[in-house]
């Protein structure tokens, strides 16, 4: 079984910045470099994968949304949500060129 490679605990916070900065601009219908690369991004992945970043890190109510009403309204437990969330991060990271490869194991 191959084992995936997540983002470090670092690299997953500077993710998650960059996507709630750009949640607020995309919210107040603002214009920020990135934008239109971001959405490119978002589109490349699984469409859960899109769906948990869109509601937890993009949406108008993204500050309001718990990982657990995500998890929940979505029928997957919180395992796989977390799993899901960190491979749409990384993913997100490394297409975007915020995160450099320099990532840990995590399983």
């Keep these: 079984m191959k084992k995936e490679v997540f983002l470090s605990k670092q690299g997953e916070t500077v993710v998650e910045k960059y996507l709630y900065e ?3 601009y995309i919210t107040m219908g603002m214009e ?3 934008l239109a690369e971001l959405q490119k991004a978002v589109n490349l992945l699984e469409p859960i ?3 948990i970043i869109t509601r937890k890190y993009l949406s108008r109510e993204s500050d309001y949304v718990r990982h657990q009403t995500i998890y929940k309204d ?3 437990s ?3 949500y977390n799993k899901t969330r960190l491979r749409a991060l ?3 990271g490394t297409e975007l060129g915020i995160i450099s490869m320099v990532m840990e194991d995590r399983l």
């Design 49 to 51: 994968e899109a769906e």
């Design 90 to 92: 990384t993913k997100l």
């Design 32 to 34: 920020r470099e990135g």
């Design 74 to 76: 979505l029928g997957i």
């Design 78 to 80: 919180w395992g796989t």
């Design 22 to 24: 750009s949640g607020i």
